[in-house]
T-cell receptor, first 116, second 110 residues
Framework: GAVVSQHPSWVICKSGTSVKIECRSL??????MFWYRQFPKQSLMLMAT?????????EQGVEKDKFLINHASLTLSTLTVTSAHPEDSSFYIC????????????FGQGTRLTVV | DAKTTQPPSMDCAEGRAANLPCNHS???????VYWYRQIHSQGPQYIIH???NNETNEMASLIITEDRKSSTLILPHATLRDTAVYYC???????????FGPGTRLSVLP
C-alpha cells in the first residue's frame, strides 16, 4: 500500500509552546488529508479534513485557532498545536487519500505529544 | 457515530483462524465495509474492504452476508504479531472520512 510518513514520532514540549507535526505522502499525491487524535484506551477521533490549497474543515468542538492545519502541497500537510497545554497530550495521526475515486486511506505511524 | 457493532475483545490461539464479526445492519447500498487494525502505539493499517462479494488478499478474507448486514474478517493463521485492535468501518466510496468505533481487541495467545 501507499506510504504516509509522520514526523516527529514523539515530542515533549513545555506548556505554552507550539508544536508542529508533519504528514507526508511519500509515493502518491494526497488531495485530501485527515487529522485524528487518540487518547489512551480510546478510539481515533477525527479532528479535521484538509484539501490541498484550501482551508481545513474542522469537526465540532475542535478549535481551529488552536490546531492550525496547512495543506500547501499535494504531499505535505502540517498540524500545529499552538499554546499547548497538558490536556493536549495525545496521539495524533494523519491519514491521506490520493483522490476522490480512491477508496482506502492510508495512515501515518502517529505522533505521541506530551506537554509538560 | 460509528455505524458498526463489534465485540470488545476476543482471544485466539496462535496458528488458528481468527474470525472477527461485525454488525452493520443500517448499511446503505453505496457503502463499503472496511477493516483496519491498529497495533499498539502505531497508526491504523489497512487490511481489506468489500462491497457485497467476499474478498481475499494476502492478509485476510472478508465474508459479507448476502443481506450485507454483517461481515466477518478472517485471519487464516493468526500469529502473535496479529495482536491488535481491529476496526470495522462502513463508508461510502466518495468523499467521506473514516469513522472509528471502539473496535475489537484481538489477543493471539501462544
Amino acid at each position: 500500500g501507499a506510504v504516509v510518513s509522520q514526523h516527529p514520532s514523539w515530542v515533549i514540549c513545555k506548556s505554552g509552546t507550539s508544536v508542529k507535526i508533519e504528514c507526508r505522502s511519500l509515493d502518491f499525491q494526497a488531495t485530501t488529508m485527515f487529522w485524528y487524535r487518540q487518547f489512551p484506551k480510546q478510539s481515533l477521533m477525527l479532528m479535521a479534513t484538509s484539501n490541498e490549497g484550501s482551508k481545513a474543515t474542522y469537526e465540532q468542538g475542535v478549535e481551529k485557532d488552536k490546531f492550525l492545519i496547512n495543506h500547501a502541497s499535494l504531499t505535505l500537510s502540517t498540524l500545529t498545536v499552538t499554546s499547548a497545554h497538558p490536556e493536549d497530550s495525545s496521539f495524533y495521526i494523519c491519514s491521506a487519500r490520493d483522490g476522490p475515486t480512491n477508496t482506502e486511506a492510508f495512515f501515518g505511524q502517529g505522533t505521541r505529544l506530551t506537554v509538560v | 457515530d460509528a455505524k458498526t457493532t463489534q465485540p470488545p475483545s476476543m482471544d485466539c490461539a496462535e496458528g488458528r483462524a481468527a474470525n472477527l464479526p461485525c454488525n452493520h445492519s443500517t448499511i446503505s447500498g453505496n457503502e463499503y465495509v472496511y477493516w483496519y487494525r491498529q497495533i499498539h502505539s502505531q497508526g491504523p493499517q489497512y487490511i481489506i474492504h468489500g462491497l457485497k462479494n467476499n474478498e481475499t488478499n494476502e492478509m485476510a478474507s472478508l465474508i459479507i452476508t448476502e443481506d450485507r448486514k454483517s461481515s466477518t474478517l478472517i485471519l487464516p493463521h493468526a500469529t502473535l504479531r496479529d495482536t491488535a485492535v481491529y476496526y470495522c468501518i462502513v463508508r461510502a466510496n466518495y468523499g467521506q472520512n473514516f469513522v472509528f468505533g471502539p473496535g475489537t481487541r484481538l489477543s493471539v495467545l501462544p
